[in-house]
């Protein structure tokens, strides 16, 4: 094997799969500002799955849809305020992805990624669940929640009877991020309109918000999952007769790194098995 290929095999193996910057980037030569960079604030771009700080801060008693934050640019908000008269026009389902499938403007997501990764399971169902983004396998198969933290998820809803014909799962993000990235404020902004019209023509009778990049997304706050996870908010749109009850809970990546906050997830799932066989 030569050299590049080795140093390439290398890199996947230690989890770089992603070419990040446009440009290359040489590394030699930086030890001395590397001294500064370590004062400096961390970078925008954190590691993602699943944070959990917790500010003891109250939970609104409402949520509401997330609007562009004053940090956002004018093209931000443009792009966020197209994506609105995109998604309203979806009429269906198939007519949402197929828009969504052409919108133009989220490049930094779609122009890296292998597929978009759209829903799984059944629009019917009266479950439907919101996690964060793609991860390497769902890019590489176009569904979500595939890969190892996937599985976890489908044993533990299958732990109260639920199976992907029994509820409806997406994404807040649709596209997986470069390298496994968070995604950007800006990025999940310009995509918040179609995960809302995608809640309001799935109309399910729950959601469940997979982790605090969901929970944040559609709850409109930024109060720690530790703090929002087992409680139930209401989330409302303009395009739903009735507010949803939402349910956040821990992302199974998390669950993966902690196993020992399952117990809180088990007691999350009796709340959302107890609250299904009060619908009905
Ligand atoms: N993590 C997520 O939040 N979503 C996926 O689809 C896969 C992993």
Redesign the pocket.
Known sequence: MNHAIALLKFYLDAGVDAAIEDAPLSRFGMAGARMEAQSAPPPAIAPR?SDTSAEPRPVPARSAPPQPSAILGANDRALAESARTAAAGAQSLDELREILQRFEGIESLRGRATNM?FADGNPEASVMLV?????AD?DRLGK??V?V??QLLDRMLGSIGLDRTRFYIT?VCFWRPPGNRKPTEAELVAQAPFVQRHIELVRPKILVL??AASAHALLGTNDGITRLRGRWFDYKSTGLAAPVPALPIF?P?FLLRQPAQKRETWADLLKLKTRLAELG
């Open positions: 799955a990764v996690g964060e983004a793609p991860g769902e979500p929640f890969g933290s996937g994404n997979v982790g992302h990546a």
